[in-house]
């Protein structure tokens, strides 16, 4: 069987976490995780370009065969909803301008795939991304969401495959 890689990204305008990871004969490796941070004193617009050209950079470099991002629920703030929401579009179309599928996943279905339960809190998440991927080290809440979105999907792309052959 052939390696697969996959990026797996949680949008935000702030904080947009990233994680590569690839998958090899049910062995998941980590390849490398962080998150592109935008400047707040700069206006939507640019910081929505810094997005994009961040993720544009990351998605050069590793070269994944797909990508997957976090669904993103309504805020109580319907200004931040909005603003997150044009972040969600940039973590949408970077992929999908180079030519990636883009899956989606609700929280609930990532945390399930991860852990084993879909109401999981995040240091549970972050204790069962460690515990899937040992070598990786994590650069914080945003990495370690980001790379349990790319364990989500490798799975959820993996059990595709099989039903389909």
């Known amino acids: 069987m052939s390696s697969r890689r996959y ?12 994680g590569v990871i690839e998958l090899e004969n049910n062995n998941l490796r980590h390849l490398a995780n962080g998150s592109i941070s935008t400047k707040s004193n700069v206006v939507l617009a640019q910081r929505l370009c810094q997005l994009y050209e961040g993720l544009t950079k990351i998605l050069t470099h590793w070269s994944p065969d797909e990508a997957a991002s976090e669904e993103t629920f309504v ?47 995040k240091r549970q998440v972050g204790v069962m991304v460690q515990h899937l991927l040992p070598s990786c080290e994590l650069e914080g809440e945003d990495s370690t969401d980001a790379l349990a979105v790319a364990i989500c999907h490798a799975h959820h792309s993996t ?7």
């Open 75 to 121: 805020n109580t703030n319907a200004r931040s909803a909005l603003k997150l929401g044009m972040a969600r579009g940039v973590v949408l179309l970077a992929p999908a301008q180079m030519g990636l599928a883009v899956a989606e996943y609700s929280p609930n279905i990532i945390k399930k795939s991860v852990v084993g339960a879909g109401h999981a809190d």
């Open 7 to 18: 990026i797996g990204i949680d949008p935000g305008l702030r904080r947009t976490g990233w």
């Open 159 to 165: 059990m595709q495959k099989v039903i389909q052959a």
